[in-house]
């Protein structure tokens, strides 16, 4: 619960505002939540099983700050490894067609509801 209430802080303080999705990788995932844009920076019970679900990104031990990415599909070997916070629900048709770009640093993200 602890990183679904940072995540919502986060959206409601404008922090992701005008931020990219930094990766995107076809039938993994679409990674955002940098505001540097480098996938460097940024201010265990649930699993990667499904589309769409959401978890906190990291490099290593407690450094669990910002960035977060959603899957694109069933991911069960990120189980354990990363903080699973939430999942989408609707919208679908826009991670289809952020699945689709081929591009990177294409999105802008805006995020004003969670």
């Known amino acids: 619960m602890f990183y679904f209430q940072k995540f919502l802080a986060l959206c409601a303080s404008g922090y992701y505002d005008g931020t990219i ?3 995107n990788i076809k039938g993994f995932m679409i ?6 844009g480098t996938c460097k920076g ?5 699993k990667h ?7 906190m990104a990291n490099s290593g031990a407690n450094t669990n700050e ?15 490894l990363y903080i ?5 629900i609707h919208g679908f048709e826009v991670l289809d067609h952020m699945e689709k770009t081929i ?12």
Not at 42 to 46: A, D, Q, R, V
Not at 66 to 80: D, I, V
Not at 84 to 88: M, N, R
Request: hydrophobic share 30%; glycine share 12%; net charge positive.
């Open 21 to 23: 999705f930094h990766r």
């Open 31 to 36: 990674q955002g939540g940098d505001p540097t």
């Open 42 to 46: 940024g201010t265990k019970s649930l």
């Open 49 to 55: 099983n499904a589309r769409g679900i959401m978890s």
């Open 66 to 80: 910002s960035r977060f990415f959603m899957t694109y599909a069933k991911q069960p070997h990120l189980n354990g």
């Open 84 to 88: 699973v916070f939430g999942k989408v």
């Open 103 to 114: 591009s990177l640093y294409t999105y802008k993200a805006t995020i004003t509801k969670a």
